[in-house]
């Protein structure tokens, strides 16, 4: 039997600011992140299951990503919670805003390794998360590979 990759592709809005960086990111900005989830196995061959055909739904992979990352990062604000950035938390959470503190630098490369990890321990057992692409700019994006994990 084929193994199969399948991808679905999401967009949210994030800010976040780098504590201790040495550029602009230092301060709070957003980006329009686009977020790439492949996952591989084999297609269903029962001709009496529903999804005959599928390595996985599209929906269900849709329900889990939302689940866990679309849902929870869209329009919301992180910081690493290890830094003054606290403060400004703090006060906004207050305010009734969405925040996130990380147990990472918000970065793109530390935020696509948390989203591996929330998405794999959602994937049922015969389904394997081949890769992710999070985009954080039209140039600018960070890859997490399985096979390189």
Not at 64 to 72: G, H, R, T
Not at 132 to 139: C, G, I, S, Y
Request: glycine fraction near 6%; charge should be negative.
């Amino acid at each position: 039997m084929s193994r199969i990759r399948i991808t679905k592709q999401f967009n949210f809005e994030t800010g976040h600011a780098l504590y201790g960086y040495d550029g602009k990111c230092r301060n709070v900005h957003g980006h329009s992140y686009k977020l790439s989830v492949t996952v591989i196995g084999n297609p269903i061959v029962d001709t009496s299951h529903v999804k005959l055909g599928m390595v996985i739904d599209f929906g269900d992979l849709k329900k889990i990503v939302k689940e866990e990352i679309v849902d929870k990062f869209d329009h919301a604000t992180v910081f690493n919670k290890n830094t003054p950035h606290i403060e400004l938390a703090n006060e906004l959470t207050e305010r009734g805003h969405n925040v996130i503190l990380a147990d990472y630098q918000p970065t793109s490369e530390n935020m696509v390794i948390d989203f591996a990890a929330k998405i794999k321990a959602r994937l049922p057992e015969s389904i394997t998360l081949h890769s992710l692409k999070l985009q954080e700019t039209d140039t600018s994006f960070a890859e997490w590979y399985a096979s390189d994990n």
